[in-house]
């Protein structure tokens, strides 16, 4: 039963380019969730999606970043026009229908700008 | 989203039970308590969750006091492998987590 998956483990970026993040959640999960980490930080939460709804988008900036969770396929956390400041680790995490149930995290998707 | 307070870092032998403390005062009475670790270069791991019992897994068991105000995290025999950063986080309804800075446990050989 694989784990949650996220590619590319590692993506670097030159500033003004565009930077796809992808996640397929663990088997029979529908419950997405997208985390960024800065650094000698904790994670902090950006947005958590069902399939092919947005449920919270509270932690996303404003400008920039779209995350999106189609009928089929994975889920992509998309950032536009990438700057300096959006090197981090990204996580994705999935859980099943039932609440308050454990997130399951992939190893991230560490980004780098140039 | 109800608020954590945990020691920035804990050190412990190997082989020595570990108590990881955690404060959550403003918790309200449908937040569930949960517990992840994160080790270098990973993602978080799932260690426990709870929410008025005492509960018991194959990683640690976790403590809730009587007014759910604090928790504790027990790792009955700390390994080097158990090194990490440990969160204690409240979930909130609607299935956000908002992770603190946790801590940072090192274990001793």
């Known amino acids: 039963n694989a784990g949650v998956m996220q590619n590319p483990r590692h993506l670097v970026r030159r500033r003004g380019q565009e930077a796809r993040l992808r996640c397929s959640p663990m088997?029979?999960?529908?419950?997405v969730y997208w985390y960024r980490q800065l650094p000698e930080e904790g994670l902090k939460f950006m947005v958590y999606?069902?399939?092919?709804?947005?449920?919270?988008e509270s932690g996303m900036p404003k400008e920039r970043f779209s995350a999106e969770f189609p009928k089929e396929g994975p889920s992509i956390l998309r950032i536009q026009q990438v700057v300096r400041g959006d090197s981090a680790a990204y996580f994705c995490?999935?859980?099943?229908?039932?609440?308050?149930?454990?997130?399951?995290f992939g190893d991230g998707t560490r980004l780098s700008i140039l | 989203d109800a608020k954590t307070t945990q020691p920035n870092s804990m050190e412990s032998n190997e082989e020595e039970p570990v108590h990881l403390p955690c404060n959550h005062s403003?918790?309200?009475?449908?937040?569930?308590i949960h517990w992840y670790r994160q080790l270098p270069s990973q993602g978080p791991e799932y260690v426990i969750h709870?929410?008025?019992s005492n509960v018991n897994n194959r990683m640690a068991s976790l403590a809730i006091a009587e007014d759910r105000k604090s928790s504790t995290l027990i790792l009955h025999r700390a390994t080097l492998r158990d090194a990490a950063v440990y969160y204690c986080?409240?979930?909130?309804?609607?299935?956000?987590?908002?992770f603190g800075t946790g801590t940072s446990l090192t274990v001793i050989p």
């Open positions: 995490a999935s859980s099943d229908d039932r609440n308050n149930q454990p997130q399951h």
């Open positions: 088997k029979g999960h529908s419950h």
């Open positions: 999606l069902q399939k092919e709804n947005i449920i919270d």
């Open positions: 403003t918790i309200s009475g449908t937040d569930y």
């Open positions: 709870g929410l008025t």
């Open positions: 986080i409240l979930r909130s309804p609607g299935n956000q987590f908002y």
